[in-house]
């Protein structure tokens, strides 16, 4: 099975998608980006709420092999200073088997998972780590 992903770092600013609902505005980042992926409730690590997304699997799969594509990349929200570019690039970097971006608001952050590309801000006190190991995407609030 190959396994292919691109962890693309993003400096330019990025915009957010607008709320749809009132219960969307109290959520949490990873909520947010649960929601707009279609990721599912995980088993809480050191008390913090998780979501998971497997990018691959199914019967499919198992018999035949496949490739997934993710990407991810953090840059500065259009209204906040840049005052250290450097937190943005140093932001996501690459682990065995993988990828982690720890995200800290304000900040925009964005990923895609095979053709679905999302814009999320992380406003300002919002902290979470979104992790791609193997097949999985994780993203845990901090």
Not at 20 to 32: T, V
Not at 71 to 80: H, I, N, Y
Not at 91 to 113: D, H, L
Request: with cysteine.
């Amino acid at each position: 099975m190959t396994i292919r992903f691109l962890a693309a770092l993003a400096l330019a600013t990025m915009a957010a998608p607008a709320q749809s609902d009132e219960g969307a505005a109290n959520a949490s980042f990873c909520q947010r980006i649960a929601t707009e992926l279609g990721m599912k409730t995980a088993k809480p690590s050191d008390g913090h709420a998780a979501w998971e997304l497997k990018t691959l699997g199914g019967l499919g799969t198992a018999l035949f092999g496949g490739s997934s594509y993710v990407s991810m990349g953090l840059g500065p929200a259009e209204d906040s200073v840049i005052t250290n570019a450097r937190q943005y690039v140093d932001a996501c970097a690459s682990v065995a088997n993988g990828m982690v971006c720890t995200v800290t608001g304000p900040a925009e952050f964005q990923i895609g998972v095979k053709d679905h590309m999302v814009k999320m801000r992380a406003n300002a006190g919002e902290r979470a780590e979104v992790r791609m190991v193997k097949m999985r995407i994780r993203c845990e609030d901090r």
